[in-house]
């Protein structure tokens, strides 16, 4: 298992593919998603909760605070580069409804989609070590920070949103994403503040 984006083995649309392929049963545990993403890299674990975030699913009493923790996880061992993923026993364990989960990750194949489209090799050293320590280094705080503003509204769906675009970036080698990515966390700073 790798930390950088260099194998580039699937595309976003095939990331959610393979997140619905684990949606089997009438629940679905963070370790399920885990199993079928965690393959290939650490970077789509943190495109898909930044995208599911971004989706109703964050209105989910808990489900802000879980995300956080995984991308906080995540993004720790990719900066480290440690070869194998660990996580609390309680974070792998924990579920949802199958049928919740599709529903959401269902509208996340037309973002998917658009990020496919829009990324290209470019700026490719933001995304390599050991520069790619700053992305890393920011979906680690937005990771942090929102179990702490699970209870104001839009604030999770913003970082999310940002942790999706510089992880996508990281994964597909574009650093041009990466630092939108990083422009656009600025920009959810003030809107998160205002919010405060």
């Avoid at 909760?49 to 956080?68: D, K, N």
């Avoid at 320590?133 to 839009?154: A, N, R, T, Y």
């Avoid at 769906?157 to 080698?173: H, I, Q």
């Amino acid at each position: 298992m790798t930390s950088t984006a260099k194998a580039r083995p699937m595309a976003a649309v095939d990331i959610v593919r393979a997140t619905e392929d684990a949606l089997d049963g009438e629940r679905v545990t963070v370790d399920d998603v885990v199993t079928h993403l965690g393959k290939a890299s650490y970077t789509p674990l943190l495109v898909v909760p930044g995208l599911l975030l971004a989706s109703p699913l964050s209105g989910v009493p808990g489900f802000s605070a879980a995300c956080g923790v995984l991308i906080t996880a995540v993004s720790a061992q990719q900066i480290v580069r440690r070869p194998g993923l660990w996580l609390p026993r309680w974070l792998r364990r924990a579920s949802m409804p199958s049928k919740r989960v599709h529903d959401g990750v269902a509208g996340l194949r037309k973002p998917a989609g658009w990020l496919d489209r829009v990324t290209r090799r470019r700026i490719q050293w933001l995304t390599y070590p050991p520069f790619s320590v700053l992305p890393q280094g920011l979906c680690l705080i937005c990771g942090v920070v929102m179990p702490v503003l699970e209870f104001i509204p839009f604030t999770s769906s913003v970082l999310g949103l940002v942790v999706a675009v510089v992880a996508t970036g990281m994964f597909m080698a574009d650093g041009l994403l990466v630092i939108l990515g990083m422009m656009g966390a600025a920009g959810a700073v003030g809107t998160i503040a205002a919010a405060i």
